[in-house]
């Protein structure tokens, strides 16, 4: 019995810091995904279809 509460101790302390691990990927991917947003957005192609898009929607419900 003591053998199994010190396994299951040691394997919950090396899995410690999993939880902050995910975390950081996690973050990571969104500003990545963020940074690449900007990126397209910044395009003049991407702003005008936006721009119409926006136009459209107004003049549609006005």
Same mark, same amino acid.
């Given at each position: $019995? #003591?053998n #199994?509460?010190?396994? &299951? ?5 090396? @899995? @410690? =810091? &999993? !939880?902050?691990? @995910?975390? +950081?990927?996690?973050? $990571? !991917?969104?500003?990545?995904? &963020? =940074?690449?947003?900007?990126?397209? $957005?910044?395009?003049? @192609?991407? #702003? =005008?279809?936006l721009?119409d898009?926006?136009?459209? +929607?107004?003049?549609?419900? =006005?």
């Open positions: $019995m #003591r #199994r509460t010190r396994s &299951a101790l040691t394997l919950m302390k090396r @899995e @410690e =810091g &999993a !939880a902050t691990a @995910e975390y +950081a990927i996690a973050t $990571m !991917a969104a500003v990545g995904f &963020a =940074g690449l947003l900007v990126v397209i $957005m910044r395009s003049d @192609e991407v #702003r =005008g279809i721009t898009l926006v136009q459209r +929607a107004l003049a549609f419900s =006005g």
